[in-house]
């Protein structure tokens, strides 16, 4: 790689450096290989599913891509925490069953089963409110399609998604013991499930019946505020730099923010191409908003169907 790892992923708050699933991990995994990056925010593309995504040089790795970051580093020799266990079968259907079950369970706590204040705060808190409620509505959705949610179904699928939860986390806890990681040695394996974890119990409210069923691990809990305290708060154990806890301060380049401390300089081609495209976004996604609204006004049959089909009341 050409120079050092910038890790782009969406804002800190929640008390996390990342508070969001997907980006979580790939931050604890580098953590974990102590490979030097910096972090950027981007506040812009709240639904863009390349985020997060690293970069050093001409090399990126994106989310939707190869399966994911993580397994980008590992195919393409970047960094690989698995290599001595990737062939061991309880591993791999450990993994499975964290990045499946719990995965679900989480997504639908997220966007389905909630106020979705969680979700707001991290996605659209800095977009205009139509746009970020728009987004917002247009996430449940898509939510409700990748877990299979419909009207008719909606309370036999939630028992469903609550009841698998409990079987993984009964499964992790006899698996770790007293254990520091499940494996002897840290894996991505703990990188998404303390991941998973850490968002878990501090994005979600008392509320939370995951969060609940969770806490029921004594284990887990303790691994969790373990590994966090070592590679998310400590910052010994690596070299990556300090982060800003308020993400206004340390917005990402892509934002357009600079730090106060460095002289004003020119902006780049690139710099300058970026800042177009983030307004002309904001526009397209603005237009979107009055479309949908007038459609949603112009027909009796649309609102109907977007009543039933949320089934959900927004503050």
């Known amino acids: 790689m050409e120079g050092e790892l910038t890790l782009v992923a969406r804002k800190a708050c929640f008390g996390l450096p990342t508070a969001c699933p997907s980006c979580l991990p790939v931050y604890i995994y580098l953590k974990f290989v102590q490979l030097p990056f910096s972090l950027d925010f981007n506040v812009i593309h709240p639904d863009s599913d390349q985020i997060p995504y690293v970069e050093s040089g001409t090399y990126v790795a994106y989310n939707n891509e190869k399966g994911g970051v993580i397994e980008s580093l590992k195919e393409d020799g970047i960094v690989d925490l698995d290599s001595e266990v990737c062939s061991v079968p309880e591993w791999i259907s450990t993994k499975a069953m964290v990045s499946s079950w719990l995965a679900d369970a989480l997504m639908y706590e997220l966007w389905v089963g909630s106020d979705g204040s969680s979700a707001h705060k991290i996605y659209y808190s800095d977009l205009p409110w139509p746009i970020g409620k728009f987004l917002y509505f247009k996430q449940v959705r898509i939510a409700k399609q990748l877990l299979g949610i419909t009207k008719e179904n909606v309370d036999r699928r939630e028992e469903e998604i609550y009841r698998r939860a409990t079987i993984a986390y009964e499964a992790l806890s006899t698996r770790l013991g007293d254990q520091s990681y499940f494996f002897d040695r840290p894996t991505s394996l703990d990188a998404v499930f303390l991941g998973h974890a850490l968002f878990t119990l501090q994005a979600f409210p008392e509320t939370s019946i995951l969060r609940g069923k969770l806490l029921e691990h004594s284990n887990l809990v303790r691994y969790a505020d373990k590994l966090k305290l070592e590679f998310v708060e400590g910052g010994s154990s690596s070299s990556t730099p300090p982060l800003h806890a308020d993400p206004s301060s340390s917005f ?23 800042k177009r495209r983030a307004k002309y976004f904001l526009v397209t996604q603005l237009v979107a908003v009055l479309v949908f609204m007038s459609l949603l006004g112009g027909s009796d049959d649309a609102e109907v169907e977007l009543e039933d089909d949320d089934d959900l009341s927004y503050e």
Do not use: V, W
């Not at 923010?257 to 300058?272: A, F, G, I, L, V």
């Open 252 to 274: 990402s380049r892509r934002a357009g923010s600079k730090p106060k401390s460095k002289p004003k300089r020119e902006k780049t081609e690139e710099e300058k191409k970026f």
